[in-house]
């Protein structure tokens, strides 16, 4: 059995990517205590009915049951059930939209006497450990449900293989920080082709703006060191057993050097034989 645990702050899409794993052919339980996972992995290891793979979703409605979340995670481990953990948070603004514009009432209203601010406040401070043990981590503040709802695909596809999977980003700083990557490289150290006019309006998927980026000594200089980085590091996570790696490139609008650094490294990864994604946030802003 494949189990993964789905929490998260409120208004983050906990609800979405629950209807998503569940057209993916995962059997879904929403709002349980986490006590209750192992109850469930032991009735299914007893019932002639097979279920592949589960999804729960636990959050601070459970109330103290929360907190036995990371229990309930090392004994299901302890059992061998495969179990992950994907968090999903967006930035407090997002989410106080979010309940304006669907009227619903946080679940730690009460706690935080009616302020909603502080009620995202109060739930940060109690997913902190969650957070800490998540296997994977979705920033959704920048999503579209169609956006969002690919992302989980590329995430939860099933393979015949079992390799790290590779995401490489790119993402403009004037948008806000790609907070999803698990490695960030900043090339706005790079001269910047929107200021050649005959590039302004280009990307880096175009060949004109790719070969003028790489066409300083300092690019292909940074560009050489940064794969012999990843070339070290991709092992080392691989070790540890994580199955997803973010590598995001940022650059002011992410529209140019950004996305020429990561289509490179994608290019790269793929010569090394990993499997890799590559997208890119801000291109059409």
Known sequence: MKFLIVTGMSGSGKSTAVNVLEDMGYYCIDNIPPELIIKFAELCSKSAESIDKAAFVVDVRGGDFFLKLQDAVTALRAHDVSTKVLFLESF??????????????????????????RAIQLERGLLMSAKAMSDYYIDTSNYSVSDFRSRLYSMFEESEEEHMNIDVRSFGFKYGVFAEGDLIFDVRCLPNPFYVPELKSLTGLNKEVSDYVMSFDEAKLLSGKLFDLVDFLIPLYEKEGKSQLVIAFGCTGGKHRSVTFAQLMAEHLERCGHRVRVSHRDIKK
């Open 92 to 117: 407090d603004d997002v989410i106080a939209r979010r309940y304006k514009e669907t009227r619903r009432k946080h679940p730690l209203d009460e706690m935080a006497d009616g302020s909603l601010t």
